[in-house]
């Protein structure tokens, strides 16, 4: 049954493959779901789901392909709750009957009790045999048999297509903007390693090479260690169309100023544009020229660009006036694109993340940017696919 409920997650494209499907088989062949549709639930959601942004279709697919499976079961179990209702209080035992009783293991118990569940069709109260209360009979409730399984007060298989209705995943899809924790677990992903400092680690190969060459004789190589080398320039709009987003902005900053794996990590503002300068605070004091920023930072930093690139045309495109905030001759002339463009050439890697959808960038000055830089939606999947374009490269999002 689990193998069309697999093609019901590639559906809803849930990735999984070859792989998750030969671990759920394994995991069901152990028992590990203890044989119940909960247990197949957790079972199957911990191997088919590798990322948060998968869970809520992950629930989507259970909820399309397992509801009214459990209908049947429900049924049963509200039959011998109504079987056990009232319980008679049991008798005492012999000492030779609490022997007899003693000798069944678990197994044994499993199998009379499938057995009894498809015989028995009515309430029994005070017997040895069937499902019931009160009596000697391994079943049931209020009876007693030490080595028996207790039946009643119990939830049964209820709970995972409750979970999966009430899809308490949804604010983990991927088209919904990030919260602080899943900025900073995107953000683990950019990596960039470089062998740094005096030569303390084993290099196994060279190792194995120079002593080959050495006629069998040991000779250890060591190499500097590996370290994180992930420099990044962040730069981002405030003020204006952006004031909605401030709060995103904000979690995105400190994300990336916790984030452990991130060297070294320059700040600045603008706002709408770029003329020559940026800022340190939001508040537009102390400029720092543009030049001077590229100069401190090298091309292998990682640029990332945040705003809604949304202005005025002429912001982008004129000069002169537009240009107000530089404060350096002849550069107060030039063109915003022609900074936007200075800035990107300068450096390896550059993406622009904007809050805004992208029905939004269409037409305007989102698009004379994108152009510049790779652009993707501020969202859980495009923080990951800037992440990746960062890491490895790739085609610009036009």
Sequence with gaps: MFVPFLFELRARKVKIGAQEAMSLARALALGLHDSSLDGFYHVARAVCVHREGDLDAFDQAFLSHFRGIETASVQLLDELEEWLKDARDRRELTPEELALIQSLDMEELRRLFEERQREQKERHDGGNRWIGTGGTSPFGANGAHPSGLRVGK??????????????????????????????????????????????????????????????????????????????????????????????????????AKRASNIRELKTYYFHNCIYGNLY??????????????????????????????????????????????????????????????????????????????????????????????????????????AIAHLSRGGARRR
């Design 154 to 255: 119990m939830g049964g298989g209820r709970s995972a297509m409750g979970i999966a209705d009430a899809r308490r995943y949804k604010p983990y899809r991927s088209d919904l903007v990030l919260d602080v924790r899943q900025i900073e677990v995107a953000l683990r992903k950019l990596r960039a390693f470089a062998r740094e400092g005096d030569a303390l680690e084993l290099d196994l190969d060279e190792t194995i090479s120079e002593t080959a060459k050495n006629a069998g004789e040991l000779e250890i190589v060591l190499r500097p260690p590996k370290r994180s080398n992930v420099r990044v320039l962040l730069l981002m709009d405030v003020g204006g169309s952006m004031d909605p987003h401030a709060h995103l902005v904000s979690q995105l900053f400190s994300a």
């Design 280 to 385: 340190e605070t939001e508040r537009f004091v102390d400029p720092v020229r543009v030049r001077d920023v590229l100069d401190a930072c090298h091309a292998e930093y990682k640029l990332v660009m945040v705003g809604d690139a949304a202005m005025h045309p002429g912001e982008l495109l004129g000069g002169g006036d537009w240009a107000y905030y530089s404060k350096h001759p002849g550069e107060s002339s030039m063109q915003g694109i022609r900074w936007m463009q200075l800035i990107a050439d300068h450096f390896r890697k550059s993406v622009w993340l904007n809050p805004d959808p992208p029905q939004y960038w269409k037409g305007g000055t989102a698009e004379a940017l994108a152009q510049v830089f790779p652009m993707f939606q501020l969202t859980l999947d495009g923080l990951g696919q």
